[in-house]
């Protein structure tokens, strides 16, 4: 296994998103808005709950400053998000069970005419690290109901912060985290290669091997590796050789850098050191920079209160030099299992595609 697959010839059966046009596009494409869920299940963030709801507010302020935000909160929860969010951000009430939409919400995709469609992935709580997860199975469904929006329903558990790609046919993801048995038991390579085919329009995959160490997603990208416009990626690093996640990112940064993507271009690969150790709930606080929102003009990162956050700043500056980079203190976020990228979920520019 090369960790990289060009499926362009395979007809795939009945594919449904890409047979009628529609891709994922890039996260650097222009956006329409940004779904973000107020904090609710106070179990994952224990002592850090109270601060977390106030992270995300400022997460939330971030945004706005660059695109709209839709804020949704349990029915109980709308005055306090609504008045920690501020004026300028719209708060809706939806019941869920979590606060991480990038993995619960839908995936849009978009076709050339500009119309903009959902996909809907099915959701078991992230392969059973949380059972109680009714609510957020149903989340996407009804953002996209509520517009109303076309829904794409699809065969595969999957979370958002699982895949990435540069918009021209190029996926990247961590592959265990896909094939994992607690979500997909039984799926093979191929099979996950020709479902990402058919719903998201890709024709490459490049394939990572590890996610970092104690991330109770079993390996989501978006702590690892993001493309920040296509043939350019950034990537998580661990210089120490005594690190956990050291083997991982070194191995990953392989990969990458021997890895071309659809148009057959060598990757441009630019690592990211990681900030110092911290220990949480269930381990390891998995503390990556990669882990940022792209907003219309904006680049919103995380701070974690350590001396890399202004070397990762200035990466990211340069890789952005159009963007405003706004950073914002997400220590609070990641005690809940998560970081900035996961509790943002981008809408692309464009109108809805009728149901």
């Known amino acids: 296994m090369n960790g990289q697959t060009d499926i362009s010839g395979n007809p795939a059966a009945s594919a449904r998103p890409a047979e009628q046009g529609f891709r994922l596009p890039a996260e650097f494409e222009p956006h329409a808005r940004c779904w973000m869920a107020w904090p ?36 109980e929860h709308l005055a306090d998000a609504t008045r920690r969010c501020g004026p300028g951000i719209e708060v809706r009430t939806l019941e ?4 991480w939409t990038r993995d619960t919400g839908p995936t849009f995709v978009r076709n050339r005419f500009g119309r903009v469609a959902g996909v809907v992935w099915r959701f078991n709580g992230w392969g059973g690290v949380w059972t109680e997860h009714r609510q957020d199975a149903r989340m996407a469904r009804r953002i996209l109901a509520s517009w109303p929006m076309r829904a794409f329903e699809a065969e595969l558990v999957l979370e958002g912060g699982a895949v990435h790609v540069d918009g021209e046919g190029t996926l990247l993801a961590v592959l265990p985290c896909l094939l994992d048995p607690a979500r997909n038991p039984g799926l093979t390579r191929t099979d996950l290669e020709e479902i990402l085919a058919r719903y998201l329009n890709v024709t490459r995959f ?28 950034l990537v998580h690093a661990a210089a120490d050789p005594d690190d ?73 500056e340069a890789v952005f030099p159009r963007r405003r980079v706004i950073q914002v203190p997400a220590l609070d976020i990641v005690h809940g299992g998560g970081g900035i990228h996961c509790v943002t979920l981008q809408q692309p520019m464009g109108e809805p595609a009728s149901p």
């Not at 869920?96 to 606060?99: A, E, I, K, L, T």
């Not at 990953?252 to 630019?270: K, M, P, Y």
């Open 96 to 99: 869920m069970d979590d606060s």
């Open 244 to 316: 956990g996640n050291h083997h991982r990112a070194r191995e990953n940064l392989a990969r990458l850098q021997s890895a071309t993507d659809a148009r057959g271009r060598r990757l441009e690969v630019i690592p990211i050191e990681q900030p110092a150790r911290r220990e949480g709930r269930n381990g390891r606080l998995c503390l990556s920079y990669i882990n940022f929102y792209l907003a219309n003009g904006g680049a919103i990162i995380p701070a974690f209160d350590d001396p890399k956050d202004q070397e990762a700043r200035r990466i990211i």
């Open 40 to 75: 609710c299940r106070s179990a994952a963030f224990g002592a850090h709950f109270e601060a977390a709801r106030s992270a995300f507010a400022s997460v939330a302020r971030a945004v706005a400053a660059c695109e709209p935000v839709i804020m949704l909160a349990n029915p």
């Open 206 to 233: 490049i394939w990572l091997e590890h996610g970092l160490e104690d991330d109770e997603t079993a390996g989501h990208v978006d702590n690892v590796a993001c493309f920040a416009r296509p043939g350019l990626v």
